[in-house]
């Protein structure tokens, strides 16, 4: 409706008008789709003032949903916090996390994995200790971050860092964006002894860090490749959240081959 001396006047026009604004929005809103991610380079990456770059998932991930009109809204916080967010609904997936039965519970998994990683412990360079099962990590002062889960790794590794009794040597280092960096300055401080996680995230920190000098990547890692799944929020009504992990899916198959190659060369990594 109009206004013409202070009486309201119904127009047909601005009305259709009004409901395609209206409809507009809202098409608009229900295709935004809100990711949490944790920092994890060159996986995930927080951008900076210096570099806009997010990293080979969300690279990927931006290529799959774009494709399909989705806007993409992100929150950059620490995996805890990220788990939080999606279990209450205020994200609406997170790119990678560990497969356990415990978490999906909590959440849906896609079908898709992002990637299967080779995973690897670092070291100080002069340490002969390598992994030889969990008893090899008696009197090691062991590294992680709160809430990572390692069970789809390695059940044995992920019981002994739970367990009460090993409490003393199992640091948890926590921070917004830079914890794998810190744990790699207390490894080379002789603050902590190892640390397993995927192997190309190791060898970037190892070479954005230059502490090659001081510090080994060694193998073993853990009995099991380091497989990363998205989560997505059960919040989400049911027909919505099949919709976007039907998207995932069919959208990572699509990126085998040359577009997978070319996202990972971008950021210098290889999966074996």
């Not at 997936?93 to 990683?117: N, V």
Request: charged share 25%; glycine share 6%.
């Amino acid at each position: 409706m109009i206004v013409l001396n202070n009486k309201y006047i119904h127009s047909p026009l601005l009305t259709a008008l009004g409901w395609l604004v209206c409809s507009q929005f809202n098409v608009g809103f229900a295709a935004t789709l809100k990711v949490c991610y944790d920092q994890w380079a060159p996986m995930t990456i927080f951008p900076t003032e210096s570099s806009t770059e997010r990293g080979v998932v969300i690279d990927m991930l931006e290529h799959i949903y774009t494709a399909e009109g989705y806007d993409i809204q992100y929150y950059e916080v620490p995996l805890a916090r990220g788990l939080d967010m999606v279990a209450e609904g205020l994200c609406d997936m997170l790119p990678e996390y560990l497969y356990s039965e415990r978490s999906a519970q909590a959440f849906e998994y896609a079908q898709q994995e992002t990637f299967s990683y080779p995973s690897a412990f670092v070291v100080r360079k002069e340490d002969p200790w390598r992994y030889e099962g969990v008893e090899s990590l008696r009197g090691r002062r062991i590294a992680t971050g709160p809430g990572w889960d390692y069970s789809s790794m390695s059940a044995g590794y992920q019981a002994y860092i739970d367990d009460p009794r090993n409490s003393d040597s199992v640091e948890v280092i926590a921070g917004y964006d830079d914890v794998v960096d810190r744990i790699f300055e207390m490894i080379s401080e002789n603050r902590v002894d190892v640390y397993v996680d995927n192997e190309l995230v190791l060898q970037h920190v190892l070479n954005q860090m230059n502490l090659g000098e001081e510090l080994s990547i060694v193998q073993p890692g853990l009995e099991n490749n380091l497989v990363e799944i998205p989560i997505f929020s059960m919040s989400i009504p049911e027909a919505e959240r099949q919709e976007l992990i039907r998207i995932w899916n069919e959208g990572r198959l699509s990126l085998k081959g040359e577009m997978e190659d070319r996202i990972l060369r971008k950021y210098n990594v290889k999966i074996k």
